[in-house]
C-alpha cells in the first residue's frame, strides 16, 4: 500500500502522510497487512494513509491551480514550490485529517466511534 501511495505523490509528502499516521494518543499495535480488517480502534498506518491520499492530491492539484493562476502560467505537479505548499498545510493540519481519516475507516468498517 505504502509503495502505491508513494507512486501516486511525491515522496516527501508520503513520508510526512507516514509519520503523522503512525504517531498515536494512546498505545496501539500497528497492523502491516492492508488487507486486514479494520480493528475498532486501531487502523493500519497503510489504512490511514489510503484513506487520506485523495485529499492531498486534491490538495495537490489546487495549490498547482494556485500557483499557476498567481503566476499567469502553467506549473508542473513536480514544482518543488507546490510540494512545499502541501506539506505546509499537512503538517499544520495533519492531526485533525488522521482524526477524520480514522472516523471514516470506523464508521465504513462499522464501528463506533472512539
Known amino acids: 500500500?505504502?509503495?502505491?501511495?508513494?507512486?501516486?505523490?511525491?515522496n516527501s509528502i508520503a513520508n510526512t502522510l507516514e509519520n503523522l499516521a503512525t504517531v498515536t494518543i494512546f498505545p496501539i499495535s500497528i497492523a502491516r497487512n492492508p488487507q486486514a480488517a479494520i480493528h475498532k480502534m486501531n487502523p493500519s498506518p497503510e489504512q490511514?494513509?489510503?484513506?487520506?491520499?485523495?485529499?492531498?492530491?486534491?490538495?495537490?492539484?489546487?495549490?498547482?491551480w494556485y500557483l499557476g493562476e498567481?503566476?499567469?502560467?502553467?506549473i508542473e505537479p513536480s514544482d518543488p514550490r507546490v510540494t512545499d505548499r502541501v506539506l505546509q498545510?499537512?503538517?499544520?493540519?495533519?492531526?485533525?485529517?488522521?482524526e477524520e481519516a480514522i472516523q471514516r475507516l470506523q464508521q465504513r468498517a462499522g464501528n463506533p466511534q472512539i
Open 48 to 64: 490511514i494513509i489510503a484513506e487520506q491520499t485523495p485529499i492531498v492530491e486534491k490538495m495537490e492539484r489546487d495549490e498547482q
Open 70 to 74: 498567481c503566476e499567469h502560467q502553467p
Open 89 to 98: 498545510i499537512i503538517l499544520a493540519h495533519g492531526a485533525k485529517m488522521r
Open 1 to 10: 500500500m505504502i509503495s502505491r501511495i508513494r507512486s501516486i505523490l511525491p
